[in-house]
């Protein structure tokens, strides 16, 4: 049976939730589930706008032929071409044969590239700044290369002030019935998971998510339709600004990212002696075992916070394996403006500290405290007089 919302009087979200996934692209954990968002919009023609992921085809056919409700589908506009947004467009081709595929010429060599070079289709090829006019409501496109593949385009529909972003301003979760950001506590419940989404998924592309903001930036936009998430027609600002942030890999917060892996607890209990020490000088501070936490998660808090305090035990004389992933991840993530600080274990040969020194000068404009703490085994009362330092050297730079 169809499962649809209405977004305005012309358009209907036609998504999905799924709610089975705990796996994300084969890599991100998912404890609330995952939306995939389809909008149809009617006026003199019909149009679709993208598809869902193959694990909600039924719903989705469903709900289009509903929210159709009789009438020819016209067109489909292809944003993405990712299999979660993509995955079930031939299906779709399938049940309209007729329909017309509105696309990019990159999309429409992924088109050929995912469902063969013999699939037969109708298709208007746009370029940035063509429009498609379908009776009251005219689509603007715009590219949006690495937002976030290089074929990814957006559209702005200028009579109801709609921008169809497609995977920028989208979370990690599922809807559960609620279609409006402000019809849930989304800065209490999902920001947290946006901003993992965001950071993961796209946060490599920094500049190129400045580009499209720039564009956006002269837009009166009243709804943002993204393809995953709440649709947002309130606070539009607040969303942005948080993407204005993450893709400049400017600090939302002041505050201390502890990072630590453990192997025995001294690390651990090293880590705990400076999150007193910093709470106690009124710093903020935020703590993450690396071997009980998912990299995603860790990433996520890399982008919100000013300081990050990475501390590792050595292990087969290097990096502790999980810190080293993380570090990997913050590289390839582009991370960048932040102050850091080091602390290492090692029972004979302590070096993770200097290794990991070495990891983080390869991100751009990051500031590593001289001050370093250097626990060997345990923590005595040398490294505690280390650890005492290196909180006042932390607050220092606040
Ligand atoms: Fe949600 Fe890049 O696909």
């Known amino acids: 049976m169809h499962c649809v919302r209405k977004v305005n009087e012309s358009l209907t979200w036609v998504g999905a939730d799924d709610r089975k996934i705990h796996i994300f692209e084969g890599v991100y954990p998912l404890k609330r589930g995952m939306s995939y968002n389809s909008y149809l919009l009617k006026d003199e023609k019909t149009v679709l706008l993208d598809t869902v992921d193959k694990a909600c085809l039924e719903t989705f056919l469903e709900n289009v032929k509903y929210a159709l409700d009789g009438r020819k589908l016209d067109y489909i506009i292809v944003h993405h071409m990712e299999p979660d947004h993509s995955a079930t467009l031939k299906t779709l081709l399938d049940y309209y044969p007729d329909v017309t595929v509105v696309c990019n010429q990159k ?33 603007h496109f715009v590219n949006a290369p690495m937002v976030h593949w290089p074929e990814v385009m957006m559209s702005y529909e200028s009579k109801d002030k709609i921008l169809f972003s497609a995977d ?33 998924i796209v946060g490599k592309y920094g500049p190129q998510v400045q580009a499209v903001l720039k564009k956006a930036s002269t837009l009166d936009i009243k709804l943002i339709c993204p393809l995953h998430g709440f649709v947002f027609r309130k606070d539009l600002d607040k969303i942005i600004d948080k993407y204005l942030k993450w893709s400049s890999y400017t600090p939302e917060e002041k505050g201390v990212l502890i990072v630590y892996s453990s192997v025995y607890g001294h690390t651990e209990n090293a880590s705990n002696i400076l999150a007193c020490q910093l709470v106690e000088k009124g710093l903020k501070v935020e703590m993450f075992d690396l071997s009980l936490t998912d990299v995603s998660v860790v990433v996520a808090n890399a982008f919100k916070y000013s300081h990050i305090v990475l501390a590792s035990t050595t292990y087969n004389m290097g990096i502790f394996l999980l810190m080293d992933n993380l570090l990997h991840d913050l590289i390839s993530h582009n991370l960048q403006n932040r102050t850091v600080a080091i602390m290492e274990n090692g029972s004979w040969a302590p070096q993770a500290g200097k290794l990991m020194k070495e990891e983080v000068v390869k991100m751009k404009n990051m500031t590593i405290l001289e001050n370093s703490v250097t626990i060997k085994s345990s923590v005595d009362e040398s490294s505690l007089t280390q650890i005492v330092s290196l909180a006042d050297a932390i607050a220092k730079t606040f």
């Open 107 to 139: 999309i429409l060599n992924m088109i050929y590239q995912f469902f063969g070079s013999d699939l037969k289709l109708q298709t208007l090829i746009v370029n940035e700044g063509d429009t498609l006019n379908v009776g009251e409501h005219t689509f």
């Open 168 to 200: 920028a301003f989208g979370t990690f979760g599922a809807l559960n019935g609620a279609l409006f950001s402000d019809e849930v506590e989304y800065e209490h419940n999902y920001l947290d998971e946006a901003r993992r989404y965001y950071t993961n």
